[in-house]
C-alpha cells in the first residue's frame, strides 16, 4: 500500500484542512491493503482528529458496522482499541508526541 498510486491527504475532522504540523495521508493497493501514514514535520507534539471523506470510505471498502484494529507498519503493535467502521471515518484521532517523527497504520479486521 505505501508504493500503491491510490493515495489522499486527510483532513481535520474540526477544521476541514490539513493540519501543518503533520503530514497525513491515506494510502491503498488495489487488493485491499490500507496504509495510513503521519509524519510529525516539526518535531512538536501534534494530536489531531481527523475524518474519512465519502469516497475515502468507499474506496478503502470501510464497512460502518464492521469492526476495525490500527496495527503500527514497522511494530506490529495495535494502536488503540478496535472500532466499527464508522467510528473510524468519523474520528480518526493521531497523537505524536514530539520525539515520534513518524507512524505508519495498517488498517486490519477484529475477529
Known sequence: ALRASNYTFLRSRHTGQRDDRIFAQARWSDDGNVLFVFHNLWSVNAAQSFFLEPWLVQAIHLQDHLRYRL?????????????????????????LPAHTRAQWLRLERCD
Open 71 to 95: 496495527v503500527d507498519a514497522i511494530s506490529g503493535q495495535q494502536k488503540g482499541d478496535c472500532r466499527t467502521g464508522g467510528a473510524l471515518a468519523w474520528d480518526f484521532s493521531v497523537s
